[in-house]
């Protein structure tokens, strides 16, 4: 059983990290095969756009066409993201987005005759 005092620390932290557009990491150990864990700590990790994502963003714009993000981030994370590219924060909670997911809503969007580019972020 988690100590509600550690859960409530780990949650707030996450949450905080997420407002300032971080991702947390928890780590812990077991000592009995996996059956209880003992909290260590939240690593925080920062992905951040391309240095020239948001020119090529207000570039866009100035021409017309319209930017969208998708991403299976946080919220907290998306709207802290959304805003340093200055694509305002008024962001859908989708739960989780999945690659496969953004794949079937470019060609949903193809087959409704949009022009569609993707820009992702190179997976690890």
């Not at 509600?4 to 095969?33: C, I, M, P």
Request: hydrophobic fraction near 35%; include cysteine.
């Amino acid at each position: 059983m988690i100590d509600s005092d550690v859960q409530n620390k780990v949650k707030d932290t996450t949450a905080q990290l997420a407002k300032r557009g971080y991702r947390a990491l928890g780590v812990a150990e077991s000592k009995d095969e996996g059956k209880t864990w003992i909290v260590l700590g939240v690593l925080s990790m920062f992905d951040p756009p391309r240095d020239d994502s948001k020119k090529t963003i207000e570039e866009c714009k100035r021409e017309g066409i319209s930017v969208k993000m998708i991403t299976g981030d946080d919220t907290a994370i998306a709207i802290e993201t959304a805003k340093k590219l200055g694509m305002g924060t008024k962001i859908y909670n989708a739960s989780q987005v999945f690659p496969e997911h953004k794949y079937a809503i470019v060609k949903t969007l193809q087959k409704q005759g949009y022009i569609v580019t993707v820009s992702t972020t190179p997976q690890l």
